[in-house]
């Protein structure tokens, strides 16, 4: 039996023009962008190096789940990350009303900094209300 030798390749990640690397697959093979429904193949899309140089050191702020039309996908991708060990703050808001949570947060700075994130959120969450 001949050696085994391992290519390793510099991983790569396709992203699109406006910087969005989320796509949907579509049916008839195609694919778009989850952020700005461009096709995969316009201009100024294409690979991208992705390695430890290319990673932002900074997070990004805010994380739009696409529901991809699914309220169960996007319900499973949101408590998959509310796992994560990185979360200090899970909120549940029910339709009863009824509301759930769970910070991190044991200092008046930290309360401070989490107050601070759910007034972003809710003005992400409006700003997507009012563009619909």
């Known amino acids: 039996m001949g050696e ?7 991983p790569k990640i396709w992203v699109c023009d406006c910087g969005c690397s989320t796509f ?9 962008c989850a952020a700005c429904d ?3 193949n316009v201009d100024g899309a294409g690979w ?3 390695s430890a140089q290319s990673v932002k050191s900074e997070p990004e702020t805010f994380r739009d789940i696409q529901g991809n039309g699914s309220t169960d996908f996007a319900r499973r ?17 029910r339709r009863d009303g009824s509301i759930s ?5 044991e200092t008046q700075e930290q309360s401070q900094w989490v107050r601070d994130g759910l007034m ?12 619909i």
């Open 77 to 93: 991708r949101v408590a998959s990350m509310a796992t994560d060990e990185a979360a200090s703050v899970v909120v549940v808001v």
């Open 38 to 40: 461009a096709p995969h």
């Open 4 to 10: 085994v030798f391992m290519m390793i390749r510099d």
């Open 24 to 32: 949907e697959i579509m049916s008839d093979g195609g694919a778009k």
């Open 48 to 50: 991208s190096a992705w």
């Open 120 to 131: 972003q959120a809710a003005d992400l969450i409006a700003s997507k209300i009012e563009v």
């Open 101 to 105: 949570t769970w910070s991190e947060a």
